[in-house]
């Protein structure tokens, strides 16, 4: 037997892996993670289902977990209604085992179910559907070679997405203008033809607003685009009247001739596109900042076309899938509205199921915070380690404590794990089969390789089984993960040509929307998907003053460290628990590079070792997320999508640690 083929689990890009079953042999990673991805996701694996008893888990046999599970969850259903459970859905899961997650949280009465999207692209998955149609990246990542200038905005590829940024480097050797745009000079900015420094983390609204401003005073924009192909221009422009120069000064405390240099630079490229991340979406304007993004790109006619896109790059390799599958509190799967009768109807009918939840469930931090009151009687969270991930390590701690029943699935014995009643042994990416869909929505079928270690067993098939234990109206047992996606096939119309059959015979995967034969990946080359086919700008906001004068925490990614699962160099005095800050700023302090410091938010403090540096803004203070700093982030404010503002965390005090 050859080497099978599976989908990488550590990025959004979507890399092919290909693994001997014999040898062990993997080849196709294109990074560190990638290539070391088979050794590094055995750590502290979970052989047999655990069951809390007292203070100490103990093994036990399938049979009695699932009647357990099944016993305490009707109870819970019977006694305080389908809204007193939540699910926690997994971005590294396959699409079918989250299609049959939601689907179970649906036909049990809740709508409390949602994913790590909610803390990264929620609110980008929510602006482009308003203003495009789809909420989804527009082209593929290779069309990124056609682009004659790249603006990339609060996102790190060299770091985030090794694979993407080779592309972006190609496009760069072959002519194209790179600008980036941050707080700090980061990998990608340092290999930047223009690198935009902020001065305070949120201000990208502003410098696009300002860029818009500029391009229509010179005249830069594409009238013959604007005309036939969007609306609601005029207002736009209108709303853009308070960003005068002086204003953009004033904010951005750049120069307008800069701002302006920029502005015409990428006007004028003729072909561009956009990439942000979470320095843009984790932000209380996050909304308004993705409107101006996708504003940008409507104004400049850089959409529907090769070399023309917007990617909200996602960070998980299925987080576009578990969206487009609805493990999302607002959206069923394939992105119809909870509150649309009909389309909830036509569920009910595939589901053979009636009486489906009709309004928006909890977010995910919104579970967390009614959990913690004792309103969540029963969470189930899917391969997903929220005590490290969430903000407020402390609230996240008691929510879990709070919660009468907690299930946890997962692959290896985690922060979150150690809270739970029961423990599901499952298998890792290459133990069992599926499709992930990847940033730029490319479906790819993932092969098992190996089987699952001790009594381990796929998500899936533990989701079957519970379902039928708990005797849940409309729910069937399935055969196989081609068995979930030919229901998901019925469901979910843009993947309506997505067959196990087509999938498997496809090497490099099909791309949704596909609702018989599949297209080129770029989207809206004809028409956009709204009512009218026409692309609607958005009020631009107004200019807001900051007038808060401390320290800023923004959180960050580390290239040898994925998400809270693992760091390839893990030592207590590793990057992965420093904190950058400026030069002048730690002279200010007292503060040396090397040593230890005390920093404190309203959510608590952390002890971090300080590394001094000349490229972050001043006031800025910056440190990697994968280590449990996201204890001293707080879970609010939340902005438009409900997201927590982790690029923009109010510092109390930065102090050394000697003589404390």
Excluded at 30 to 54: D, E, M, Q
Excluded at 368 to 376: L, Q
Excluded at 564 to 569: F, G, I, P, R
Excluded at 599 to 624: N, Q
Aim: aromatic content about 8%.
């Amino acid at each position: 037997m050859g080497a099978l083929r599976t989908v990488c689990n550590f990025c959004g890009f979507g890399c092919s892996i290909y693994i001997d079953k014999e040898t062990g042999f993997t080849s196709g990673g294109s990074c560190a993670k990638g290539a070391s991805l088979s050794t590094l996701l055995n750590r502290n694996r979970v052989f047999a289902p655990l069951v809390r008893i007292g203070e100490r888990f103990s093994e036990a046999p399938w049979g009695s977990v699932f009647l357990s599970i099944a016993s305490e969850l009707r109870k819970i259903l019977r006694v305080y209604g389908g809204d007193s459970i939540a699910f926690l859905g997994c971005s590294k899961c396959t699409n079918e085992e989250n299609y049959l997650l939601q689907k179970f949280a649906r036909l049990a009465g809740s709508n409390n179910i949602d994913n790590s999207t909610r803390l990264c692209h929620a609110i980008s998955t929510r602006v482009l559907a308003k203003m495009l149609g789809f909420g989804a990246q527009t082209n593929p990542f290779e069309d990124l070679l056609y682009s004659r200038a790249i603006l990339i905005l609060g996102y790190n590829p060299v770091v985030s997405h090794p694979p993407l940024a080779s592309i972006i480097l190609q496009a760069k050797g072959r002519g194209a203008q790179l600008i980036v745009v941050d707080v700090r000079e980061s990998e990608t900015a340092k290999v930047a033809d223009v690198f935009v420094k902020l001065r305070r983390p949120g201000l990208d609204y502003a410098l696009l607003n300002c860029m818009a401003k500029a391009i229509v005073l010179k005249g830069l924009h594409n009238r013959e685009f604007i005309e036939k192909r969007t609306e609601d221009f005029e207002e736009f422009v209108k709303s853009l009247e308070p960003y005068t120069p002086s204003t953009c000064e004033e904010l951005l405390e750049i120069s307008w001739s800069t701002v302006s240099k920029v502005a015409e630079s990428f006007a004028l490229a003729g072909s561009g596109s956009i990439l942000w991340g979470m320095g843009v979406t984790q932000q209380m304007l996050a909304e308004r900042t993705t409107e101006a993004i996708t504003n940008l790109a409507l104004l400049l006619g850089y959409v529907g076309r090769r070399g023309c896109g917007l990617y909200p790059v996602r960070g998980q390799n299925n987080v576009q899938g578990a969206c487009d599958m609805g493990a999302l509190p607002e959206y069923l799967p394939g992105y119809e509205r909870i509150e649309d009768d009909e389309a909830r109807r036509r569920l009910e009918k595939l589901w053979n199921a009636d009486g489906l939840p009709a309004k928006p469930g909890l977010t995910a931090i919104e579970v967390i915070e009614a959990a913690s009151r004792g309103k969540i009687r029963a969470l189930f969270i899917v391969g997903e380690n929220p005590v490290l991930s969430y903000p407020n390590s402390e609230l996240v701690a008691k929510a879990l404590r709070n919660t009468e029943l907690v299930i946890v699935s997962d692959v290896r014995f985690s922060e979150t794990a150690s809270y739970a009643d029961f423990l599901i042994a499952t298998a890792k990416w290459a133990e069992k089969e599926g499709s992930y869909t990847s940033s730029e929505r490319r479906v790819r079928w993932s092969y098992k390789v190996f089987d699952p270690p001790g009594s381990a067993i796929p998500d899936w098939l533990f989701l079957t089984l519970l379902g039928d234990a708990v005797g849940l109206r409309g729910w069937r047992r399935y055969d196989s993960p081609e068995d979930v996606l030919r229901e998901v096939n019925e469901a979910v119309a843009i993947y309506r040509g997505i067959t196990p059959e087509k999938l498997k015979a496809s090497e490099d995967g099909l791309t949704w929307p596909c609702y018989g034969e599949c297209g080129n990946g770029v989207l809206y080359a004809s028409r956009f998907a709204t009512t009218s086919g026409r692309a609607r700008f958005s009020k631009a906001c107004a200019p807001m003053v900051d007038r808060f004068n401390g320290f800023r925490l923004v959180t960050y990614r580390l290239s040898g460290c994925y998400n809270t699962s693992l760091c390839l160099n893990n030592g207590a005095d590793s990057e992965a628990t420093s904190i950058l800050i400026n030069r002048l700023d730690a002279e200010e302090l007292g503060i040396s590079d090397g040593e230890k410091v005390i920093v404190k938010t309203p959510c608590g403090e952390v002890v971090l070792r300080a590394r001094v540096v000349e490229g972050i803004s001043r006031g800025v203070v910056a440190a990697p997320w994968h280590q449990g700093v996201n204890r001293v982030v707080c879970e609010e404010p939340l902005n438009e999508a409900k997201t927590p503002m982790l690029k923009n965390v109010e510092v109390l005090s930065i102090k050394p640690l000697r003589g404390l």
